[in-house]
């Protein structure tokens, strides 16, 4: 078991992360704006933080094995979040990123193509800064876990591949449920395999 703190864990991917933790027995600091949307599960104390407060946000993480950033791009700081972690004295720090820096060639990122939806052009574009702020900070044991393009809600299933920088996708698309995202992430919380790496999960 494991003591993770979780910020944004009443959102869509949030909520699906404090399940799965949960469902494996860790005991989670589930952290939101509105703490009573956090769902009432096993091993999970719902505590009130603002992502804009560095100070009482080092506080709520202090102590914990790992944190876990479940927040949006554009309603949140990087360096604010990074800085926050590192104030709280916690080494590992795992983020639901982006699929916008992805490649879908060598040296052609998804949020470059002509097709890429206008609406996702700021919050893609502000997790690729969130990932470039990572990459200058060894001091942390970070992991950048990117979805696969579409991002939903769906099934878990237990079922799926894991990649580095280049988008997964099948003749159907690229997707993956924020459920299996879960699955991914939380395995990644038990068993480090990218350590100060990005890597993706996807059908």
Known sequence: MATIALIGASGNAGSRILRELSDRGHAITAIARNPDRIAALPGVMA????????????????????????????????????????????????????????????????????DFPEIYRGEAAAGIAFLDRLKGADDLEWTFLSPSAMFVPGERTGSFRLG????????????ISFEDYAVALVDEIERPAHVRQRFTVGY
């Not at 790992?66 to 979040?81: E, K």
């Not at 926050?84 to 998804?110: F, H, M, N, T």
């Not at 996708?169 to 997707?175: F, I, K, L, M």
């Open 164 to 175: 580095k920088d280049r988008l997964l996708a099948t003749e159907e698309g690229s997707s």
């Open 47 to 114: 505590k009130a933080g603002d992502v804009h407060d560095k100070e009482s946000l080092a506080t709520l993480l202090a102590g914990h094995d790992a944190v876990v950033s479940s927040v949006h791009f554009l309603a949140s700081d990087a360096q604010l979040l990074i800085d926050a972690v590192r104030a709280s004295g916690v080494k590992r720090y795992l983020i639901v990123g982006g699929a916008g820096s992805l490649e879908v060639a060598p040296g052609a990122r998804l949020i470059d193509q002509p």
